[in-house]
């Protein structure tokens, strides 16, 4: 889930807890909770807004791209080596399920995904 916030953060180019939670599915504190363990971790900071400080920023540190950068390409190098190991029967069956499951979320996903 942490992963999920610091995405958050990232894909944002910064942004508030509320917007973290409800981009997540979970509650401020839950959200806040995990801004604090990235925020020790050195992967975030804390802003106060300038005109209003009930208002907090959240940003991306140098080592959090870094983990982020990392974390993509781990998961890439994982998903190249899971199809390698697939045969053809199985990549084919695989793109057809994507498919069917796209088709499905399109139809029925109306209003839900922003």
């Known amino acids: 889930m942490l992963l999920g916030v610091l995405s958050t953060i990232h894909d944002k180019g ?18 806040s909770r995990m801004i604090t363990d990235l ?3 050195g992967f975030v900071i804390r802003k106060s807004d300038a005109t209003d400080r009930r208002i907090v920023h959240l940003e991306i540190t140098d080592a959090g ?11 890439g190098l994982l998903l190249e080596k899971m199809l390698k190991s697939m045969n053809q029967d199985e990549l084919d069956a695989l793109e057809k399920g994507l498919l069917a499951f796209i088709r499905a979320m399109q139809e029925n996903a109306t209003g839900m995904i922003p």
Not at 19 to 27: C, G, M, R, T
Request: overall charge negative; glycine content about 4%.
């Open 14 to 31: 910064g942004c508030i807890v509320r917007e973290v939670a409800d981009e997540n599915l979970i509650s401020i504190p839950a959200a």
């Open 65 to 75: 791209e870094i983990a982020i950068q990392v974390i993509h390409h781990e998961a």
């Open 39 to 41: 925020v020790k971790k």
